[in-house]
């Protein structure tokens, strides 16, 4: 019944021999901060039984180092997101890190392009990814060949950069369920990924224009989803890293009450109305908008939270009494009743099923607070974490970080400068701007990113150099690309051989044909 002798001792010895290695890798300094909630034994009969090395790990752990020395420092690492490997060449030269952003990929790197729904097919990010990582071992290859085909002392003079430098992707919130995560945790890895960051939103429900931006889903699926690619992680047996994202800051939407962790946040109606979605089909079929029908519903539900709805009812020593009791992590909705029933003389009227969406989303009132617990929680699955804002909130950002680095002290964190920051209506004076990232590091926010400047960025030197073509031509090119370009220090660019990867293939032909390539 096998192809090969059945040697029971010999795959035993070879099981535990994998248990003891996963166990010693676990507890080394580059890992002991996680903490998995599943055993050694389990990931070892998940494992291949050939030994399979990924450049992801190097990656994750050079950016490890990148990042615990910011974080010994108070610096931080500024970098941006790129899809594109042009680009990548050369913010190398200044930045240590590379972003590849969602947003960015599911604007130019597929074939329907669109607004940052993470509605791209989920084996986008890691295909950017190791295009990227392709085109860094490209250029990291050119350049040593380059420097080889020269003296010693000659090398002193050429130009040396760090192309490999670790690349950052954005998993989103995994693509579905705990399957895809996995395979997608597999993809990064095997794309060259030195750290992916996964989020709580929800698939599929993002809605921008209508102010219905986030969902994200209960505090055990975000669990389950960081387990899953820890778990992945620690089948490939890599370092690559993991960054804890979480975007309930701002977020209106949970698509699920199944987490008494979750249920202080979630909003329900007060008023015993019809529920939202009959009114909102009611009022369309009048020839109602949605958003106006929406939003009379809304006004007149008295939407809060179970804890605001006992507040409103209960005397002031009534509550008190129902907060010290009933405002806890984790208590659930039928204690907290059960707590108000015992406590509070009024009947409390409450229903979170009446204000849920048309897609079924419960409502959701953010806060900082959840934003510390659920990083708290996942804390131990990954090794950095980023709390998404819509708005730079200055007094939000320090309570954030200041409570979680109360559990945490070394914990690392990240932070993206999002899109439509607008600093002045967030009450940044020009200094606080100025002083801003480094303000930030001093928190422990040491990898700090600009993740779309590719596109205004770009589009601004885009558009610049479409009208200069087209008004001065060849004539124009000439004056404002080629000389600057070809005069010293020489930029990148075709002109320079050694950067096309001309003496790359010279080597080729050489070697092929017997000649030596070195001095
Ligand atoms: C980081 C991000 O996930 C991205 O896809 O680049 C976006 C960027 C943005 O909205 O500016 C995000 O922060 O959600």
Redesign the pocket.
């Known amino acids: 019944m096998s192809n090969v002798s059945l040697d029971l001792d010999a795959e035993e010895a070879a099981f535990q021999a994998q248990v003891t290695a996963i166990e010693k890798e676990w507890q080394s300094p580059r890992q002991a901060h996680l903490k998995r909630p599943y055993s050694a034994e389990s990931i070892a009969a998940l494992r291949n039984t050939i030994p399979i090395t990924y450049p992801s790990s190097l990656q994750g752990d050079k950016l490890w180092n990148i990042l615990k020395t910011h974080l010994a420092n108070g610096t931080c690492e500024k970098t941006f ?1 790129t899809t594109e490997p042009t680009v990548v060449s050369q913010m190398v030269k200044h930045q240590q890190t590379v ?1 590849v ?6 604007l130019s790197e597929v074939q329907h392009p669109g607004c ?1 729904h ?1 509605d791209y097919p989920w084996d986008t990010v890691p295909k950017v990814v190791e295009k990227i990582f392709k085109a860094q071992l490209f250029h990291d290859q050119r350049q040593n060949q380059f420097r080889m085909r020269h003296s010693k002392e000659e090398r002193e003079k050429l130009e040396k950069y760090d192309f490999m430098a670790p690349i950052i992707a ?1 998993g ?1 919130m995994g693509f579905g369920g705990l399957t895809t995560t996995v395979k997608l945790a597999k993809l990064f890895v095997e794309a060259g990924v030195a750290m992916i ?1 996964l ?1 709580d939103l929800a698939i599929g429900l993002k809605k921008f224009t209508v102010g219905e931006g986030r969902t994200v889903v209960p505090t055990s699926e975000y669990l389950s989803r960081l387990t899953a690619v820890r778990m992945q992680f620690d089948v490939m047996g890599t370092n690559t890293l993991l960054m804890c ?1 979480c ?1 309930t800051d701002r977020s209106q939407f949970i698509t699920s009450t199944i987490d008494p962790r979750d249920h202080e946040y979630i909003i329900g109606a007060t008023n015993d109305l019809e529920p939202l979605v009959e009114y909102v089909a009611q009022g369309m079929a009048e020839g109602k908008q949605y958003v106006q029908a929406r939003d009379e519903w809304k006004s007149q539900a008295g939407l809060m939270t179970f804890d605001q709805a006992v507040k409103q009812k209960a005397t002031e020593e009534e509550y008190q009494q129902y907060a010290s009791k009933a405002i806890a992590y984790g208590i659930s909705l039928k204690e907290k009743r059960r707590i108000a029933k015992e406590l509070v003389k009024q009947d409390v009227f409450f229903d979170w099923e009446l204000s849920r969406s048309k897609e079924g989303q419960y409502m959701w009132k953010p806060s900082v607070k959840t934003i510390v617990e659920r990083a708290i929680l996942v804390a131990p699955l990954g090794d950095m974490t980023w709390a ?1 804002m819509d708005a730079p909130v200055w007094k939000d950002i320090v309570e954030f970080h200041t409570e979680v680095r109360k559990v945490y002290p070394d914990r690392m964190f990240a932070f ?5 920051y607008n600093y002045e209506a967030a009450g940044f004076s020009q200094e606080q701007i100025s002083s801003f990232s480094d303000d930030m590091a001093k928190l422990g926010i040491i990898w700090q ?1 600009q ?2 400047w590719s596109v205004a960025g770009l589009n601004i030197t885009a558009e610049k150099f479409a009208k200069e073509w087209q008004r001065d031509g060849i004539a124009g090119y000439i004056e404002t690309i080629s000389k600057p370009s070809r005069a010293p220090p020489i930029v990148d660019g075709f002109h320079k051989l050694s950067y096309a990867g001309s003496y790359l293939a010279d080597a080729f032909f050489s070697v092929i044909a017997g000649e030596k390539i070195v001095p």
Do not use: E, K, Q, W
Not at 101 to 106: I, Q, T
Not at 416 to 420: A, H, Q, S, V, Y
């Open positions: 997101g972003y952003s969602g947003a960015l990929c599911g940052d993470a954005d989103d960051h989020d994202r975007d998404r993206g400068f999002t899109g439509m990113v993740p779309i």
